[in-house]
């Protein structure tokens, strides 16, 4: 039971390019979500998914795009990546999320030049 | 939207001591959870806490939603408690599911 994955663990980026941070749960977890956390900050929450084929903003998602096409699955797309985008990014998951606690993934660091 | 806010900002202690954690917020809440951020970066969940009291351990939490504010306890800290202490609500006007977070206390116990 791996819990809540995250890959890449690092990535550097070159503005402009695209890349796709990948999350995957094994805990047949109903909501997931991403995160990103900049330097003396807490979390802010990116896009998040209440089930397969339901998806929807968060508080910062402009420049991301995600789908949710499986239970497991729920990647994060950088369509253009910008210096602004610089951050950890982390997966988290819950069985339902109004009920239960988060668990998050180890998180991806990203550096966009 | 909702403010989240926590106290102290930062916190020295010596192990053996203990602490109060606080963080207070501007509307009424749904959920509220306590996160610990080791010094690797991994997000640990400690309480799942909307109202009432909870103990872990040598953690407790108590949440008073009435007054829009929660404490985490923390007694006989370990230098492994050491890390950053988060809080994170889920606002009743901001919308389902949308947890907003602390800026968070960096705690560091000495050994």
């Known amino acids: 039971n791996a819990g809540v994955t995250q890959t890449p663990k690092f990535q550097v980026l070159k503005t402009g390019q695209s890349m796709t941070l990948q999350c995957a749960q094994d805990m047949n977890h109903e909501y997931m979500s991403w995160y990103r956390q900049d330097p003396g900050m807490g979390l802010r929450l990116i896009h998040y998914?209440?089930?397969?084929?339901?998806?929807d903003q968060g508080e910062v998602p402009n420049g991301y795009n995600v789908s949710r096409s499986t239970t497991e699955d729920f990647p994060l797309r950088l369509l253009s990546a910008a210096p602004s985008q610089t951050s950890v990014y982390f997966c988290?998951?819950?069985?339902?999320?109004?009920?239960?606690?988060?668990?998050f993934g180890p998180g991806t660091r990203l550096l966009v030049l | 939207g909702i403010q989240v806010e926590q106290s102290p900002p930062d916190l020295i202690l010596q192990e053996g001591a203990n602490s109060t954690l606080r963080c207070n917020f501007s509307d009424s809440v749904n959920n509220l959870q306590w996160f610990h951020q080791n010094p690797w970066g991994q997000l640990i969940n400690l309480f799942y806490?909307?109202?009432g009291t909870k103990q872990n351990g040598r953690l407790s939490a108590t949440t008073v939603a009435t007054e829009r504010y929660s404490l985490l306890y923390i007694s006989s800290s370990q230098t492994t408690d050491s890390g950053v202490y988060f809080c994170a609500v889920e606002g009743s006007a901001s919308g389902t599911y949308k947890y907003i977070f602390g800026t968070g206390t960096r705690l560091k116990v000495l050994a």
């Open positions: 988290a998951t819950s069985g339902t999320p109004n009920q239960e606690t988060q668990y």
């Open positions: 998914s209440v089930g397969a084929g339901i998806t």
């Open positions: 806490i909307p109202s």
